[in-house]
Every structure is written in C-alpha cells, then in structure tokens.
C-alpha cells in the first residue's frame, strides 16, 4: 500500500472528528491553546485506536467488527441529542475539554480507525507510519475544524442555532457512519 493511498485513508478517518471539531469550535471561546488541545485529543485517539487494532487484531477482529459502527452511532448520537435538548450550559459541559467528555467523543470518533488497524493487521501492512499518519492528518483536519467553526459562530449569531446545530453535526456523523457499514 502506497502513501498516497494511505494518506486518503487518514483524511477519510479524520473526517468525523473533523466535523466534530467545527462544533466545538461554534461553542467556545477559541484561543490556540483550546483548538490545539482539541486536535491533540482526536489525533492521539486516531493514531492510538489505529495502533490497536493492527495490535490486537486477533482479539478484537471477531469482537468490535460486527458492531463498530453501532457504537460509534450510539454515541454520537447521545452527544448530539443531548447537545441540542440542554440549555446552553449543559451543551457547554458536553462540549468540555475536560478528560471525560473530550476521550468519550475522541473514542467515539475513531472507532473507524480501530478498524483500519485490524484490516493493515489482516493485510499484513506494518502500523507504525500509517497510524503515524492518520494521526497527525486528524490533528491538522481538527486543529482547522475549530478555526472554521469560529468562523462559523460569527455568520450564526444565535446561540440556540449553534448549539442545535452542532447536535445536528454529531448526529449526522453518527448516521453517516451507520450508513457508510451498511452502504460497504
């Protein structure tokens, strides 16, 4: 497998925690240090859960394949639905970067990548760069996604709007994931 195949692959892995990045991004004050803790979450998540897969294939292969996409779904749609049904505070504790809230929507966002690893482990492809690169092009697509977002919350000036709209965001994810396992 080339790199340029591989580097598709990350964009395409990145793209849920990317999206995910842009509500954050319409839901906090930004400074660099915020949007850098942002990405350094979903980068270390892709590259982590993409690491593990290719290591714990044989574990995980018959366990996580059948229903990783439901529980990226799930998730993302708890998040999402909860994010649009709570006052604006509540919404602000879902869209935290503090550890709990921020690992739940990393691991919910990077199932996908648990499944690339075991399928690299399948092909006998070694992890080591291309989980390298899917996690720093999630880093760079997140780190982006909240200065867009920003961008965002300027044209949107009202804050229903976004915080309904950011739910609207991660439920689509979730759809789009359900979608893409039963469209494969």
């Not at 709007?161 to 039963?182: P, Q, T």
Request: charged content about 10%; proline content about 2%.
């Amino acid at each position: 497998m080339g790199y340029l195949s591989i580097l598709l692959i990350a964009i395409a892995l990145a793209s849920d925690a990317f999206a995910a990045s842009l509500t954050f991004g319409m839901t906090k004050k930004i400074v660099v240090r915020y949007a850098f803790k942002i990405a350094l979450y979903f980068g270390f998540f892709q590259w982590l859960m993409a690491f593990s897969g290719w290591f714990f294939c044989l574990f995980f292969r018959s366990v996580i394949e059948p229903v990783d996409h439901w529980i990226s779904f799930g998730l993302l749609v708890a998040i999402g639905i909860n994010t649009m049904l709570h006052s604006r505070e509540e919404a602000q504790k879902v869209n935290s970067t503090s550890i709990g809230p921020m690992v739940f929507i990393s691991l919910a966002t990077s199932v996908d990548a648990l499944a690339t690893g075991v399928s690299f482990s399948v092909l006998n492809i070694d992890i080591i760069i291309p989980s390298l690169i899917i996690g720093s092009i999630t880093f760079l697509l997140s780190f982006i996604g909240v200065y867009l977002g920003k961008k965002l919350k300027k044209i949107i000036k009202n804050q229903s709007i976004i915080y309904c709209l950011s739910g609207l965001i991660l439920i689509i994810i979730g759809f789009s994931i359900l979608l893409e396992h039963f469209l494969t």
